[in-house]
Nanobody, 115 residues
Framework: QVQLVESGGGLVQAGGSLRLSCAAS????????MGWYRQAPGKERELVAA???????YYADSLAGRFTISRDNAKNTLYLQMTSLKPEDTAMYYC?????????WGQGTQVTVSS
């Protein structure tokens, strides 16, 4: 059974940075496409970024240049480096194993950006 555990969220001022981590277990992490999603209160969950097993990346148009997704297959860990954070980035951030239908989800980590 896949387990995804996110960490690294918190409260940060606008313009600050955070790095989220997602520790994966229960699957062959290195061959799985992985992604980060976020959901703000009252809004639908949206894709932030995704990364293939080979390291190809995709970003939501509005986030490219500020967010960087990466993976360390040796550590079975997915990362999301977030810079120049804005109040509108405030949301619960979820890690997802995209190799599964439906995707497997973590429990989420809260990111709050104060103005």
């Amino acid at each position: 059974q896949v387990q995804l555990v996110e960490s690294g969220g918190g409260l940060v001022q606008a313009g600050g940075s955070l790095r989220l981590s997602c520790a994966a277990s229960g699957s062959i992490f290195s061959i799985n496409a992985m992604g980060w999603y976020r959901q703000a209160p009252g809004k639908e969950r949206e894709l932030v970024a995704a990364i293939s097993s080979g390291g190809n990346t995709y970003y939501a148009d509005s986030l490219a240049g500020r967010f960087t997704i990466s993976r360390d297959n040796a550590k079975n860990t997915l990362y999301l480096q977030m810079t120049s954070l804005k109040p509108e980035d405030t949301a619960m951030y979820y890690c997802a194993d995209l190799s599964r239908i439906p995707p497997a989800w973590g429990q989420g980590t809260q990111v709050t950006v104060s103005s």
